[in-house]
């Protein structure tokens, strides 16, 4: 009897090892996983800084060579005060069609908005003695939230923090275009563009690079 109670103990015993739980004992979670975040690819956005003003001038046509930093936007003054037939200012960068007017020239225009394919090389089209002057950000007028600011021909304006719209209006018989770009990255929006007189009203956010397009136009620019 003892022997066979003993099995039977020990049979049961094993039985109950074996058995599946049925929820008693000490419940171990399975570990959880969170999913590998990617590696970053791109640099961060480049921040504007002060770089020296360069200046180049030419009688005609003709090329020159830059060094502006191929991580810093410029911007790129052309002068021509006696051309009287097409002006053409090409690039061998992203930003390739500085200028394309007829007779006398003077505007601005950003370039270096792409880090990838630089400027280096600058191709003037013009018939008369010109200037071309690359600056940072120092050299732009600000467009003062509340206040009109007046000009001709293409431009770039700083706007100012807190900014959020604009109203611009302008004569022209040509085209007229406006793009807005961030400070602190390379991000560029057509806001604008259409041919003949305008009186619009666009969404900005400031602090922004306001670029004007027509070289015929007269406007203005009321940030609000």
Same mark, same amino acid.
């Given at each position: 009897?003892?022997?066979?109670?003993?099995?039977?103990?020990?049979?049961?015993?094993?039985?109950? $090892?074996?058995?599946?739980?049925?929820?008693?004992?000490?419940?171990? =979670?399975?570990?959880?996983?969170?999913? $590998?975040?990617?590696?970053?690819?791109?640099?961060?956005?480049?921040?504007?800084?002060?770089?020296?003003?360069?200046?180049?001038?030419?009688?005609?046509? /003709?090329?020159?060579?830059?060094?502006?930093?191929?991580?810093?936007?410029?911007?790129?003054?052309?002068?021509?005060?006696?051309?009287?037939?097409?002006?053409?200012?090409?690039?061998?960068?992203?930003?390739?069609?500085?200028?394309?007017?007829?007779?006398?020239?003077?505007?601005? *225009?950003?370039?270096?908005?792409?880090?990838? !394919?630089?400027? *280096? !090389? @600058?191709?003037?089209?013009?018939?008369?003695? %010109?200037?071309?002057?690359?600056?940072?950000? !120092?050299?732009?007028?600000?467009?003062?939230?509340?206040?009109?600011?007046?000009?001709?021909?293409? =431009?770039?304006? *700083?706007?100012?923090?807190?900014?959020?719209?604009?109203?611009?209006?302008?004569?022209?018989?040509?085209?007229? /275009?406006? %793009?807005?770009?961030?400070?602190?990255?390379?991000?560029?929006?057509?806001?604008?563009?259409?041919?003949?007189? @305008?009186?619009?009203? !666009?969404?900005?956010?400031?602090?922004?690079?306001?670029?004007?397009?027509?070289?015929?136009?007269? %406007?203005?620019?009321?940030?609000?």
């Amino acid at each position: 009897m003892k022997i066979r109670l003993g099995g039977a103990l020990l049979l049961l015993v094993l039985a109950s $090892a074996c058995a599946p739980s049925s929820g008693y004992g000490e419940i171990v =979670a399975e570990p959880t996983y969170e999913p $590998a975040l990617p590696t970053p690819t791109s640099t961060a956005p480049p921040v504007p800084r002060e770089v020296p003003t360069e200046t180049h001038s030419g009688s005609e046509s /003709g090329e020159f060579q830059t060094t502006w930093p191929a991580d810093q936007v410029g911007f790129f003054t052309f002068d021509c005060p006696k051309c009287t037939a097409n002006v053409i200012v090409d690039t061998d960068g992203g930003d390739h069609s500085l200028v394309n007017a007829i007779g006398a020239y003077k505007g601005t *225009k950003w370039m270096n908005t792409q880090p990838d !394919r630089p400027v *280096k !090389r @600058v191709t003037v089209h013009a018939n008369a003695p %010109w200037t071309a002057t690359i600056s940072d950000h !120092r050299s732009l007028p600000m467009a003062e939230s509340g206040k009109d600011t007046a000009g001709k021909g293409e =431009a770039v304006l *700083k706007l100012p923090a807190g900014v959020s719209r604009i109203k611009f209006t302008a004569k022209t018989r040509g085209n007229i /275009g406006l %793009w807005v770009m961030a400070t602190s990255i390379i991000d560029r929006d057509l806001i604008l563009n259409q041919i003949g007189d @305008v009186q619009v009203e !666009r969404d900005v956010e400031g602090p922004a690079y306001l670029q004007v397009v027509g070289y015929e136009a007269g %406007w203005t620019v009321t940030p609000s």
